[in-house]
């Protein structure tokens, strides 16, 4: 009895004790680069702290600073859809790079662009001698020689950053504006990828104010666009207290009052009381989810990804872009402008929100998505002179397109994939407001518009006129295929049966015909007849290694293809992964092994799924855990060396180890799917699934012991029997009504299944 007893108490002993292990950031010499900093963040406003102490730097951010001037080139009267069809089939290559991939390069705008630094100058000799960040409360804390303790935090619920000083050394502050004018040096970049010097935007010199406690600066830039950055500063005894804001005039009509303001009233509330409020949002994120599993590097890069997260995503703040508020430091322009790139890296950024159980976060995305749908509206009309939405794969702050390589970012298919988020969140949910709302009308729009950019041949089957797969054959005029790709025709299919189930739910029968009509018209995906692998395109498969799984996108993350349907989708999914060990990981990035342990995990591949992930954490990661694109380590995992820093990889590998430990995507719900067997014992705590249940679960001695759902909404539950033994149940506002290999619960909303073995 008392065994008993203590088996529930044990589960949350160890669910509390989650942040025992040592996650945090740690550095005993100075960190000297800024892709190695410390990150803070709170959606809106970024830092990073590095440096000597000679100084100390903190590189300042906030996620809607942008040149927003427009693309002159899209003015030509060729920018069109027409013309663009034209010039393909004419091989007119130089033509088609002249107005659509040159502007990118060759434009210094529109770009994100930097907010500026906040150094401290402490008195020779003393220096840097650690630094850690607490992930737990988001706080960075540096250590001086002479035993100066430097706390510093990105205030979760406020546009403000503080810092609080104890010890003998009082720093030099110095607020520097970044260098949007004077000389162009042609030479400055972020990474080995040459950008261009910020001087090429071409501002005036910013206005600066100076008093005996405080500096600030007002920055004009394009089009009527200004900010301030505003730093003040109060000594009492052995404690410095420095806080700073950044303010913008699309928020504020004068952010120079605004950002002074929010500095004052951070200072007059002080460290002491803002770092509680503050300590207190992320002991609530915490709260949400977390997991523990034997392999300490993976659990280790989870939690840093899923602080990152929390960082960089806020509802009411703009998306996760290639860097969030963790803009380059280096006088330069970011790389690739520091866009929202919609071929694959906004999409990744978000997929750990929705089983993380990180939706309200999440929500920054979707919110944004909505909110320039008006754009995407225009983007259809102007560009494919078509009605429905579309969305440029490359965008600005605003949804308008950036350009580059015009095979992708003039996509036909791009709102179908971004579709993808709005489904997700519904189906996590289970909200219907939500589904009727928003939901519903963006897949709605983007169906609409697939169903007349398409086209029908002889047979009767729609094809796309121009189809690509993001990023096969570069952009080379052969990165337009003959015949439509599997990316492009697996996120047609996907949508479809989407938006006819959205409208089956809302009762909307007509429209749910319609798109069902539209959905049969579509042809099958393309698969090889000899060995059944999925091509890029009909006749034509993947002949050598490639970073973007785009023809791959039917098995994750669409789930059109799925492992639970049986030998013909096995063998497709395990030729899929066979390919990549085949032709190698060459020209992968290290976001691709963070999507191959997802591709793993949907096999039941616990061990592919392990190692990708591993792989990940050593080659693609700065010591920060920032992920760097190239393989720093030279170790063959990838041809690529270079250190661009972007987030979508470390989004996706939080993600596939999420996907290792709960899989609900098929109206079924199956705990640890994809486990090394390895893992003698792992657990995890409040991760989400499809239907907006809530799961918990622990493995001790390679069995699971012990499971928790709580039904947020209720409903049908269908879990895949997880227990080898005899099962003791406990329901409360739930019954179970069929046992077996399947299980099925019916719960009633708050209702709660708690299984273990007897």
């Known amino acids: ?81 027409a013309a663009m069809r034209r010039w393909v089939a004419e091989g007119r290559i130089d033509d088609l790079h002249r107005l659509y991939d040159d502007p990118y390069d060759h434009n210094a705008g529109p770009t994100k662009i930097p907010a500026g630094r906040l150094e401290l100058y ?122 700073w804001s950044i303010a913008t005039n699309k928020r504020a009509a004068n952010p120079r009052e605004q950002a002074i303001s929010q500095v004052e009233r951070a200072l007059k509330t002080g460290y002491k009381k803002v770092f509680q409020q503050h300590e207190k949002w992320w002991a609530a994120y915490w709260r949400q989810s977390n997991v523990t599993v034997p392999n300490q590097l993976i659990e280790r890069q989870w939690h840093l990804d899923t602080y990152k997260f929390g960082s960089a995503s806020r509802q009411g703040c703009p998306p996760i872009s290639l860097q969030a508020v963790w803009t380059a430091d280096t006088g330069a322009l970011p790389p690739w402008k520091g866009d929202f790139h919609h071929d694959l890296n906004t999409q990744l950024s978000y997929w750990p929100c929705y089983s993380g159980n990180h939706l309200t976060e999440g929500l920054a995305y979707i919110d944004w998505l909505w909110q320039t749908k008006g754009e995407a509206a225009r983007f259809a009309r102007n560009f494919f002179n078509l009605p429905g939405i579309n969305v440029p794969m490359t965008t600005d702050l605003e949804g308008k397109q950036i350009g580059g390589w015009h095979q992708y970012t003039h996509s036909a298919t791009t709102a179908a994939w971004l579709s993808h ?116 395109a009909p006749g034509m498969p993947l002949k050598e290694s490639h970073r973007h799984f785009s023809h791959l996108l039917a098995i994750h993350p669409l789930g059109l293809i799925r492992w639970e349907n049986g030998p013909k989708d096995q063998n497709i999914i395990r030729q899929a992964l066979n390919e990549m060990e085949r032709l190698g990981p060459d020209y992968w990035c290290g976001y691709s092994y963070a999507w191959q342990a997802s591709m793993a995990a949907r096999a039941k591949d616990g061990e592919r799924a392990e190692k990708a992930l591993e792989i990940f954490s050593k080659a693609f990661c700065s010591p920060n855990s920032f992920h760097l694109n190239g393989d720093q380590t ?19 590998a ?60 209720g409903g049908v539950l269908k879990m895949k029997n997880p227990f080898s033994g005899k099962i003791n149940w406990k329901l409360k506002k739930a019954r179970l009504i069929q046992e077996g290999e399947t299980m099925i619960f019916a719960t009633e909303k708050g209702g709660k299944i708690i299984g273990k073995i007897s």
Not at 501 to 529: C, D, G, I, K, T
Not at 667 to 685: G, H, N, R, T
């Open 421 to 536: 988020h709005f489904y997700l969140h519904w189906r996590y949910t289970m909200d219907r407001a939500f589904l009727k709302n928003r939901a519903y009308p963006y897949l709605k729009e983007a169906a609409i518009f697939l169903a007349a950019v398409t086209e029908k041949d002889s047979r009767g089957k729609r094809f796309l006129p121009l189809s690509s797969s993001p990023e096969i054959n570069d952009n080379r005029l052969e990165a337009w295929l003959p015949s439509t790709s599997n990316y492009d025709l697996a996120l047609m299919r996907w949508l479809f049966t989407a938006v006819a189930e959205m409208a089956h739910e809302l009762e909307f029968s007509e429209e749910q015909r319609q798109w069902r009509q539209v959905l049969s018209e579509l042809p099958e995906l393309s698969v090889s007849p000899e060995d059944g692998r999925l091509l890029i």
């Open 634 to 652: 030279q170790s063959g995992y990838s041809r690529f060396t270079y250190r661009p820093f972007t987030l979508e990889g470390n989004m996706a």
């Open 1 to 81: 009895m008392l065994k008993s007893l203590l088996r529930p108490l044990a589960f949350l002993l160890f669910a509390a004790s989650l942040f025992a292990a040592d996650h945090n950031l740690h550095f005993t010499a100075p960190i000297t680069r800024w892709d190695e900093a410390l990150p803070l963040g709170n959606g809106i406003m970024g830092c990073l702290v590095w440096g000597d102490g000679r100084p100390l730097k903190l590189s300042l951010d906030r996620a809607d600073l942008w040149d927003l001037r427009p693309v002159p080139e899209w003015s030509s009267p060729d920018y069109n859809y």
């Open 654 to 713: 939080a993600a596939g180890l999420q996907e290792m430990l709960l899989a609900s995507y098929n109206d079924l719900i199956e705990i640890m799917p994809a486990v090394p067997a390895s893992w003698q014992k792992a657990s995890f705590k409040g991760l989400r699934a499809e239907g907006a249940f809530i799961v918990s679960a622990q493995r001790q001695d390679g069995r699971i012991t012990r499971v928790e759902i709580v039904a947020e909404r």
């Open 122 to 243: 402490f008195p020779s000799p003393v220096c840097v001698q650690s630094s850690e960040l607490d992930i737990a409360s988001a706080v960075a804390r540096v250590t001086l020689t002479d035993g100066t303790l430097i706390e510093i935090i990105q205030y979760a619920d406020d546009p403000v950053g503080l810092l609080r000083l104890t010890g003998p050394s009082h720093p030099k502050v110095a607020l520097v504006a970044p260098a949007f004018s004077g000389p162009i040096d042609t030479l400055a970049q972020t990474t080995s990828l040459k950008t261009g010097s910020l001087a090429r935007l071409g501002y005036e010199a910013p206005q600066l104010f100076q008093t005996a406690t405080g500096q600030s600066f007002v920055q004009r830039g394009w089009g009527g666009f200004s900010f301030s950055v505003a730093v003040a500063w109060r000594a009492h005894g052995p404690i410095t207290e420095i806080a």
